[in-house]
């Protein structure tokens, strides 16, 4: 079935850039997602990109979308110690998301 | 605007108890999701609605869990009897009208962590 891969963890400097990956397997998924989880919180949707776009930027956030290799990666600059969260890809298969395990994003001061 | 509503926001129970949560989806959303997240993973879809017609329960273990929204509002996710692996958070989540792959902005409620011992 489809599937949906990400790293576990990412540890970046305050300051410096995080670029979190995901790897999808339906090639048909139409948007594909980027969540944030804050612990004890829900799941907030911090950006999404439209599969016929390889770029989009939203301040301090960049989606790139390889649809070839069916990557998908988000770019944070400037990490900030309030981006520590568990980031999820997620893609949009015929009428649910399907999701990646999250990457906890680890900011060392 | 008001989020998504969920309670309990904690509930513990032992094995082979019931249990149930309760979800109120954001006003004027017709979709409404139940998601199991097992610690260190990602949301398993259980069952989703529109209005009150189910879309999909292909995941939902219909022997013990069962899902109701009568009136095309409010929504329950019930286990019986509960399993140790049923611990996990229980995530509700609601949007507009989906078409197939269509935009799809789905909004969580803050979740309700189930510890089954």
């Known amino acids: 079935g489809e599937d949906v891969e990400q790293s576990l963890f990412l540890s970046v400097r305050e300051g410096d850039s995080s670029v979190i990956n995901c790897t999808y397997t339906d090639s048909s998924s139409t948007y594909l997602y980027w969540y944030k989880q804050e612990p004890g919180a829900g799941l907030q949707l911090l950006t999404y990109?439209?599969?016929n776009m390889d770029m989009k930027q939203d301040q301090r956030l960049t989606v790139l979308l390889n649809k070839k290799d069916k990557h998908l990666s988000l770019r944070i600059a400037d990490t900030q110690t309030g981006d520590s969260a568990i980031y999820f890809c997620a893609a949009l298969g015929n009428y649910q998301l399907i999701w990646g395990a999250g990457t906890k994003l680890i900011i060392k001061p | 605007e008001a989020g998504v509503a969920q309670s309990p926001r904690y509930k513990i129970i032992e094995k082979r108890q019931s249990v149930a949560f309760w979800c109120n989806p954001i006003?004027?959303?017709?979709?409404l999701y139940w998601y199991q997240q097992i610690l260190g993973q990602g949301p398993k879809l259980l069952i989703q609605?529109?209005?009150?017609?189910?879309?999909?329960d292909s995941q939902l273990p219909k022997d013990r869990f069962s899902a109701e929204r009568l009136k095309g509002v409010d929504s329950t996710l019930k286990i019986q009897p509960a399993k140790l692996e049923d611990s996990a958070v229980y995530l509700c989540?609601?949007?507009?009208?989906?078409?197939?792959?269509?935009?799809?902005?789905?909004?969580f409620g803050p979740g309700t962590r189930l510890t089954v011992l």
């Open positions: 609605f529109q209005n009150n017609g189910v879309v999909d």
């Open positions: 989540a609601s949007s507009l009208v989906v078409t197939s792959g269509g935009y799809n902005e789905q909004f």
């Open positions: 990109i439209f599969s």
């Open positions: 006003s004027g959303h017709a979709t």
